[in-house]
């Protein structure tokens, strides 16, 4: 059973905005699942760098998106998105120092991503589709 779970409710619309974010959910799934299962620390490096590059590459597009639609929020969401990366790279250089990579990492980044998504990835998507030419 998936820790992070993907919904219906999570969807935006945008179709690759939507499926970088179920990436992301199986990026956070396969890091809980390598937790549990005790792999080494050297897996578990690799897994966080893939959460790394996922939300990177995720953020990227989602930022190009709002700056193409001019989106008046896309300060914010920005501000959002730096804060979660260095987050990351925060956990990533405490786990490459010897810390336990634990379940409650997995837990904050599918609280994260999921409440992210349903505030202000919606309200992009939402301005998105307000913007749609008649």
């Known amino acids: 059973m998936p820790f992070a779970t993907w919904t219906d409710d999570l969807l935006t619309g945008i179709d690759l905005v939507d499926a970088q974010h179920m990436a992301l ?6 890091l809980a699942q390598a937790i549990q299962d005790g792999i ?4 578990l490096q690799e897994q966080l760098a893939l959460i790394a590059q ?8 989602e930022e190009e998106l709002m700056k193409s639609d001019q989106y008046p929020g896309r300060t914010l969401h920005g501000a959002e998105h ?3 990366i260095l987050k990351v790279r925060e956990i990533q250089y405490q786990s490459a120092k010897g810390q336990s990579v634990t379940m409650e990492i997995t ?3 599918a609280e994260w991503f999921g409440r992210h998504i349903v505030s202000l990835d919606m309200d992009y998507a939402t301005y998105t589709r307000s913007e749609v030419p008649a």
């Open 25 to 30: 959910f199986e990026a956070v799934n396969t």
């Open 54 to 61: 996922r939300t990177i590459f995720h953020f990227h597009t």
């Open 40 to 43: 080494s620390d050297g897996q």
């Open 82 to 84: 730096l804060d979660l």
């Open 107 to 109: 837990r904050f980044l």
